[in-house]
Nanobody
Framework: QVQLVESGGGLVQPGGSLRLSCAAS????????MGWYRQAPGKQRELVAS???????NYADSVKGRFTISRDNAKNTVYLQMNSLKPEDTAVYYC????????????????????????WGQGTQVTVSS
């Protein structure tokens, strides 16, 4: 019912830039927070940046000053502008959303209830060559 789709990943040279997008679709009532995580091979998934309902942002120390998270509430979309990319930024980047949505009380009923849950996107690959 709710889907997050990331886009914008690719291959860039060190010092280059990429802009990631994540669009949430479905019968969404409210989005309380959205964020970007990344996972490199053999490492734990880590928080890169997040933005709350009130617009407060948080960044990992490793990306402060280089990455910027923003959102377009009308489009239920969050962005991650990545500048001055480094080889160590190479990872699969995942979109995350804490949101409230409408779900059917049972399949095909046509009646809905409000639910809150956390969703993950499928991930987009970012590769920074050296």
């Amino acid at each position: 019912q709710v889907q997050l789709v990331e886009s914008g990943g690719g291959l860039v040279q060190p010092g280059g830039s990429l802009r990631l997008s994540c669009a949430a679709s479905g019968r969404i009532v409210s989005i309380y927070g959205m964020g970007w995580y990344r996972q490199a091979p053999g490492k734990q998934r880590e928080l890169v940046a997040s933005i709350t309902n009130g617009g407060s942002t948080n960044y990992a120390d490793s990306v402060k000053g280089r990455f910027t998270i923003s959102r377009d509430n009308a489009k239920n979309t969050v962005y991650l502008q990545m500048n001055s990319l480094k080889p160590e930024d190479t990872a699969v980047y995942y979109c995350n959303a804490d949101l409230e949505f409408l779900s059917e009380t049972y399949s095909g009923s046509g009646y809905y209830k409000r639910s809150r849950s956390t969703y993950w996107g499928q991930g987009t690959q970012v590769t920074v060559s050296s």
